[in-house]
């Protein structure tokens, strides 16, 4: 009798996985797609930025680093030598809601293109990866529209120039 339940109830098992697989998670009803981000901040959303820059350079926007801003609210830097898409740095400080929806506004104000795949890193410029829901994407910006990002980063971390 009990191998007759347990092959009855397998299928609904599998059935309940699959559901929730194809449904997905996204946060406060907004999902991210390959071109868009959405307008207000996710409550999972995840940044993190590779600075491809100089170690001497004066302005904090262009030296190398890494910033990461986890779900739960900390900030995350590394700067200098070192510092590259592989670099999970300290936690630095906690940031309030307040400072969360600054950085998204600004990051949602970037007019990042097409995600990048696999592509080679840049010798020069930012890699900005944005995670919400189950959505994962990173962009590859060339010029210094990400400056800004970089700086209120910097900022917040306590980095001076």
Known sequence: MMNYTRSRLF?????????????????AGQQMTDQTLPERRPADFTLGVVVFGDEAAGDVSSLSA???VDAAG???ASVGA?????TY???T???????????WSMVEGLELGDPIAGEAMPEDGYLIEIRSGQRSRAW????????????LL???AWIRE
Request: aromatic share 8%; proline share 4%.
């Open 93 to 103: 400080r906690r940031l309030s809601s307040e400072q969360l929806d600054q950085i």
């Open 66 to 68: 890494r910033y990461i």
């Open 154 to 156: 910097a900022e917040l």
């Open 140 to 151: 590859v910006v060339e010029d210094d529209s990400a400056g800004a990002v970089v700086g």
């Open 82 to 86: 070192g510092s590259d898409a592989g």
């Open 74 to 76: 900390n900030l995350r």
């Open 11 to 27: 299928p609904l098992f599998m059935l309940a996985v699959v559901a929730f697989w194809l449904g997905g998670c996204t946060s």
């Open 89 to 91: 740095p300290k936690i």
